[in-house]
């Protein structure tokens, strides 16, 4: 008889129940996109901010100061301490493999340029250069970790003898990609001239290879830029790490803080110092949680308000249903039978809208990640029966107070149709 | 007269209807006012985001720099001039550099600053205690160990000008070239070295075409002595983040006003639909169609001008709130959002009468009446 009670009301109040259905998918769809959005907007705003270049520098332990003043080294090229090139891929082999999108290593010389009357800056550096990993192979260089660097003509292959010329040198030699110079008593061809709105538009970019054979020191690195993706900071990431006791110490590694990463590559790097660098990695946390936080919390009020449509539209189908609650009761029905069909029929509505909209807002939401960023989102499973959890607990409580208002009244009052 | 009374019998017949079923008036309203508010708090947060974000943005530091041509000096005249150009949310510090020798002989780069211009423009600066006493120094982390190291730490010279600052442990420590320097006091480095200022940094905030104008500006003052650079840095990142941010929160906008006008629109549907007793009751007594056309479309578009008002309050207060929590400063209302909201309203409402109402059209008032 419940069962044919059922069957038969979504049989013969196809349209009411349809444009409650359709309430509850829109509702339910609305929940699932924005929450997947939001969930991983963080994620996917991480990997903008990764356009401010390197959040993280690592240098020699015993180096000596930098001495550069407006992009020109004045530092005597044989002073300080470097690095050995082999020992840097150690970098990809910390806990933290996957968050370090790139990493350049940078050594500086001074070096003679036919046609220029002072010495010029010579930075060697990767391009794009292939690393192999034990399974896979990483590029990396100054295209990840500098992405604001523009070249016109080509970039140099990273074991060319090709070197890019800042622009504004490039203007003083009246050089063009493609030329032949002559550095250090070799000659060199442009790839291409770079420019980049710094100090590096009056010097030569070469590859590392070059720069170390000029200098006469191989396998040679001054310092390195690296690019990770990190976790906002917070108040735990900003204790020293030797202070920790070796509890604390593992739940500070294994969260991705700019000071933990630094903190893992300075152990996976002989003689290395690693440190965040502060403009980018502190202004990028505040950056990320504003963004995520504003994600947050409209997925919040897209969810309040999904959760208030619904019940306005449960609140309304029920309302309207007081004459057959009367007439159920009067025919007999206790207040249990007649609650437990109207939640029966709210349920299956609630299970069916939650599924559909699940469906749909998944749709919305690849569609937003396409569209906005260029790659898509990951709905999670989980997500699934959260939805179909909310949208029964949204139709039920939508549908809890006007059940409970209609029971109120005296059934022959309602079937009379004097209830107000 | 005639007309009069249609007029009080049409407005009793509203009122009533709002009065008598204060549950279903009060539903719909309630769906109508979520709408309003939804679109409401989205629209002004998207109105907002840029100005909210580039505050944000500006906390990166220099988005531009003005640096002297050659080996030339910016004169101090016209780096007031650029001080005096900007807005009140604008900072232009200046810097002078020089590479002095310590007590043994080792090259440290020293700066010359204000600052108080420095502290505003670079908050990311982890400075133990900004100096504030005459030849105190700002000495970068690194560069402080090695001045410890020296017999006499405190000693400075350049150009065999000899100087003595007291580093009272107030270091600078920034990850990135700052650590290898030490920070003057501008006026105290000019008068031990002559050396003048050669840079400018500039912070400026506003869209990135009020930046362009403001540095086409800077450019007039300054000349051909020096040149304006935006930090591409900066700039291209701040771009790229705020243009995806801003379509995400659009995106997010439409999809959620679409979406709960929608069910709204599902929601007051079914509500005109469910009082076809009444709209049969009515025409069986003698009612034109127009009449009650009339009737249940004023009710609904009524109800949707509350609703909208209503909204349009809620929400605003609801954007404030969002700013006010994510980013210590209230997101004002938009008037000009209003009437987008309302018309939308309007068009809600009007559809969700419309539809049923030809739905009901088409059917005798008798069949209606008899229940089927």
Redesign the interface.
């Known amino acids: 008889m419940f069962l044919r009670l059922l069957y038969q009301s979504f049989l013969r109040q196809r349209?009411?129940k349809l444009?409650?259905g359709?309430?509850i998918t829109?509702?339910m769809?609305?929940a699932t996109?924005?929450i997947v959005?939001g969930v991983d907007?963080g994620d996917?705003?991480n990997r903008?901010?990764r356009?401010?270049?390197s959040n993280i520098?690592v240098y020699p332990q015993e180096d000596?100061?930098?001495?550069?003043?407006?992009g020109v080294n004045?530092?005597p090229a044989s002073e300080g301490a470097y690095l050995k090139e082999a020992d840097l891929i150690n970098i990809k082999h910390t806990f933290w493999a996957h968050n370090i999108l790139g990493y350049s290593p940078m050594l500086p010389v001074s070096v003679e340029v036919e046609g220029n009357a002072t010495p010029v800056e010579l930075m060697g550096t990767y391009f794009a250069k292939q690393l192999k990993l034990e399974d896979d192979t990483f590029i990396t260089g100054v295209t990840k970790t500098?992405?604001?660097w523009k070249v016109e003509g080509s970039w140099p292959a990273d074991d060319s003898s090709s070197v890019l010329v800042g622009r504004g040198l490039a203007d003083k030699l009246k050089v063009h990609s493609g030329d032949v110079i002559r550095v250090a008593n070799q000659e060199a061809k442009v790839s291409g001239i770079l420019s980049?709105?710094?100090s590096e538009e009056d010097s030569i970019v070469a590859p590392l290879s070059l720069a170390q054979s000029l200098l006469g020191r191989p396998g040679a690195v001054r310092r390195v830029y690296v690019s990770a993706l990190t976790k906002p900071e917070d108040d735990f990431a900003r204790r020293d790490p030797r202070s920790m006791s070796p509890d604390m110490l593992e739940r500070w590694s294994c969260s991705p803080y700019a000071n933990s990463i630094a903190y893992q590559i300075q152990e996976a790097v002989p003689n290395a110092r690693a440190?965040?660098?502060?403009?980018?990695?502190?202004?990028e946390g505040?950056?990320l949680s504003?963004?995520s936080?504003?994600?947050l919390?409209?997925t919040f009020?897209?969810l309040g308000?999904?959760v208030?449509?619904?019940s306005?539209?449960m609140?309304?189908?029920i309302?309207?249903r007081r004459k057959e609650i009367g007439l159920m009761r009067s025919l007999g029905a206790n207040n249990a039978a007649v609650v437990t069909l109207f939640l029966s029929e709210a349920g299956l509505l609630a299970v069916c809208g939650g599924t559909v909209g699940f469906l749909i807002g998944g749709f919305?939401a690849q569609r937003?990640g396409l569209?906005?960023?260029n790659s898509n989102v990951q709905v999670q499973p989980i997500l699934f029966p959260v939805i179909v959890i909310i949208a029964l607990m949204v139709t039920f409580l939508g549908s809890a107070a006007s059940i409970r208002?209609a029971l109120n009244f005296d059934p022959a009052v309602v079937l009379r149709g004097d209830a107000? | 007269m005639a007309s009069t009374s249609r007029v009080q019998m049409f407005a009793r017949l509203l009122m009533r209807s709002a009065v008598m079923r204060r549950g279903r008036t009060l539903t719909a309203l309630l769906a109508m006012v979520i709408a309003a508010a939804v679109a409401t708090s989205l629209s002004n947060l998207y109105v907002d985001i840029d100005s909210k974000l580039t505050t944000e943005f500006r906390k990166f530091g220099a988005n531009a720099v003005v640096i002297a041509t050659g080996n030339n000096s910016l004169a101090p005249e016209s780096i007031a001039r650029i001080q005096k150009s900007l807005g009140p949310q604008d900072i232009a510090v200046p810097f002078g550099y020089l590479v002095a020798k310590t007590a043994s002989g080792k090259p440290v780069v020293v700066a010359g600053t204000e600052f108080a211009g420095a502290k505003r423009l670079n908050g990311w600066w982890s400075v133990t205690s900004w100096p504030n006493t005459p030849q105190s120094a700002l000495v970068g982390e690194r560069a402080f160990t090695v001045l410890n190291a020296e017999s006499d730490p405190g000693l400075l010279t350049f150009n065999g000008r000899q100087i003595r600052i007291s580093n009272a442990g107030t270091t600078v420590h920034t990850g990135g070239a700052e650590d290898s320097r030490i920070y003057m006091a501008l006026p105290e480095f000019v008068a031990w070295s002559g050396v003048q200022p050669s840079t400018v940094e500039l912070a400026i905030s506003g869209s990135p075409e009020s930046v362009n104008d403001t540095l086409n500006r800077i450019r007039v003052i300054i000349g051909n002595s020096a040149e304006v650079r935006p930090v591409r840095q900066i700039v291209e990142a701040e771009t790229k983040v705020l243009g995806k941010t801003r379509s995400v929160l659009l995106l997010s906008t439409i999809l959620i006003a679409v979406m709960v006008a929608l069910c709204v629109l599902a929601t007051l549907t079914s509500s005109v639909l469910e009082r076809r007793k009444d709209f049969a009751v009515m025409k069986a007594i003698g009612s034109s169609q127009t009449m009650l056309n009339a009737i249940f479309l004023t009710e609904s578009l009524l109800l949707a001008t509350l609703g909208a008002i209503l909204g349009f309050v809620i929400g605003s207060g609801m954007a404030a709130w969002i700013g006010r929590a994510n980013f210590h400063a209230a997101v004002m209302p938009q008037i000009s959002v209003f009437p987008a909201v309302f018309a939308g309203s309007l068009l809600i409402a009007f559809l969700s009468a419309v539809v049923p109402l030809h739905i009901l059209q088409k059917i005798q008032p008798a069949v209606i009446l008899k229940g089927e």
């Open positions: 349209r009411r444009l409650a359709v309430a829109l509702g769809a609305i996109a924005m959005v907007v996917k705003m903008e901010l356009s401010y270049g520098i000596t100061l930098d001495v550069s003043v407006g004045l530092k500098h992405p604001w980049t709105g710094g440190e965040q660098i502060r403009q980018v990695a502190q202004n505040v950056l504003r963004i936080g504003l994600m919390l409209v009020a897209a308000a999904a208030l449509a619904v306005a539209a609140a309304t189908t309302f309207e919305i937003v569209a906005v960023f208002r107000a």
